[in-house]
């Protein structure tokens, strides 16, 4: 069995459930040894940790609330500490909000911000002191960064965007350390908060030559590409994974 992640130190943010709990699981089954970030309730994360377990991989989960000054630049000295390094970072968490332009709050704007796009640019640049040439950062952004499919998505959508510009400079700035960074870019994903089975996945199957919602799985797949050796010569790119949609 091939295991390109073999004795590589991970970290997942939001890694408990959807995307993210695909990742970890992924990593992890290739050889990593992924430590994944939760926020609250620890039953995902753990449940998460348990089938990484049971399937003879290594994971472990700590609770890191992004929108927490300091707490998402904490969980890469976590790593560090307790594994003596760090090779894969895998910036999955974020929220969203949905209300037109006159309902949104100062909480609002705060919230999507600093989870979706402070809090990236603290852990990456916690990442980036303390990572070896090799080492991979993957920021999982969305599609809505580019295609404002409803109203009520500008927050968002911005926050993506942001993201996406980030990867795109630092892929600059950590390029001479030997250092990746790209983006993975999903459309319309099956997980809780965006189920295939609800209106707006009607709506938005008519837009995806492929006709179906993508799997977190997909996604995974593309991730434990760019954090690969195979893939050390990618650097800056933004991976979409849409079905088609935004083609």
Request: charge should be neutral; include cysteine.
């Amino acid at each position: 069995m091939i295991r390109p992640h073999e004795g590589k130190r991970a970290l997942v943010t939001g890694g408990g459930r959807g995307i993210g709990a695909a990742i970890a699981r992924r990593l992890a089954s290739e050889g990593a040894h992924v430590t994944l970030t939760y926020v609250g309730s620890s039953a995902e994360a753990d449940k998460t940790v348990n089938e990484v377990h049971s399937a003879g991989g290594q994971a472990r989960a700590i609770e890191a609330d992004a929108r927490i000054v300091g707490a998402s630049a904490a969980a890469v000295n976590e790593v560090v500490s307790n594994q003596g390094g760090l090779d894969i970072l895998v910036c999955n968490a974020g929220i969203n909000t949905s209300k037109p332009i006159g309902d949104l709050t100062d909480d609002d704007y705060a919230a999507v911000f600093d989870i979706n796009v402070r809090a990236n640019f603290e852990i990456i640049r916690a990442a980036s002191r303390v990572m070896k040439p090799g080492g991979r950062i993957i920021a999982i952004t969305a599609t809505i960064a580019n295609d404002y499919f409803a109203p009520g998505l500008a927050l968002y959508g911005a926050s993506k965007a942001a993201v996406n510009g980030l990867v795109q400079g630092w892929s600059r700035d950590l390029g001479p350390k030997g250092i990746t960074v790209n983006a993975v870019v999903p459309g319309p994903i099956d997980t809780d908060m965006n189920p295939d089975h609800s209106w707006l996945a009607r709506r938005l199957k008519k837009r995806v030559p492929l006709g179906r919602y993508g799997q977190p799985e997909e996604i995974a797949s593309m991730t434990s590409y760019l954090a690969s050796a195979e893939a050390g010569f990618i650097t800056g790119a933004r991976m979409i994974i849409d079905g088609g949609m935004t083609a």
